[in-house]
Nanobody, 125 residues
């Protein structure tokens, strides 16, 4: 059973930074893509970023491109989301996603993703 535990959320002023972490267990971490999604109040969950199993391929939604960076440490079974230049519209619950294949695109399209419990990110103006 895949388990995902997110951390690092919180309250930050606009223009600030946060780094989210997601620790995974239950399978060979490096064999699978990982990603981040978010759900803002009153909206559906949306894709933020994904990374393939080896860490060589990444994907971002246009709304975060140039501000957010996804990375992974396969020795620590952890994926990160560095969020810079945060905006009030980035306020959401952020969910870690674990894919069922090596490819980031499958995480992006939610092909059987496993999900973490979410961590709240609030950006004040």
């Amino acid at each position: 059973q895949v388990q995902l535990v997110e951390s690092g959320g919180g309250l930050v002023q606009a223009g600030g930074s946060l780094r989210l972490s997601c620790a995974a267990s239950g399978r060979i971490f490096r064999d699978y893509a990982m990603g981040w999604f978010r759900r803002a109040p009153g909206k559906e969950r949306e894709f933020v970023s994904a990374i393939n199993g080896g860490g060589s391929t990444t994907s971002y939604d246009d709304s975060v491109k140039g501000r957010f960076t996804i990375s992974r440490d396969n020795a620590k079974n952890t994926v990160y989301l560095q969020m810079n230049s945060l905006r009030p519209e980035d306020t959401a619950v952020y969910y870690c996603a674990a894919g069922r294949t090596f490819q980031a695109i499958d995480v992006r399209h939610s092909v059987g993703n496993y999900w973490g419990q979410g961590t709240q990110v609030t950006v004040s103006s």
